[in-house]
Nanobody
Framework: QVQLVESGGGLVQAGGSLRLSCAAS????????MGWYRQAPGKQRELVADITRGGITNYADSVKGRFTISRDNVKNTVYLQMNSLKPEDTAVYYC??????????WGQGTQVTVSS
């Protein structure tokens, strides 16, 4: 089981930016996919973006052009740069990884609140 520690959430005005970080306790090369999900009150958890070990990225349509996912293989960390934030981006954001063993792990979540 890999431990994930998220940071970087907070309160920001619409149009602002935040960067989320997710540090993994396990060597990042043992991780097949790293991603960010979010869950707003009363809604299902949804994929925001993910990145494969090979660096291939995938984004939800709602964040394309505004969010960028990246990884630092030396620091075993994945980032989510969020620009042009909207009130509808308000949610708890979760980091998640899938290991080569096909086991999925989740972080504890970090709150992102965008005020209008």
């Amino acid at each position: 089981q890999v431990q994930l520690v998220e940071s970087g959430g907070g309160l920001v005005q619409a149009g602002g930016s935040l960067r989320l970080s997710c540090a993994a306790s396990q060597n990042i090369f043992a991780i097949v996919v790293m991603g960010w999900y979010r869950q707003a009150p009363g809604k299902q958890r949804e994929l925001v973006a993910d990145i494969t070990r090979g660096g291939i990225t995938n984004y939800a349509d709602s964040v394309k052009g505004r969010f960028t996912i990246s990884r630092d293989n030396v620091k075993n960390t994945v980032y989510l740069q969020m620009n042009s934030l909207k009130p509808e981006d308000t949610a708890v954001y979760y980091c998640s990884v899938v290991l080569v063993t096909s086991i999925r792990s989740w972080g504890q979540g970090t709150q992102v609140t965008v005020s209008s």
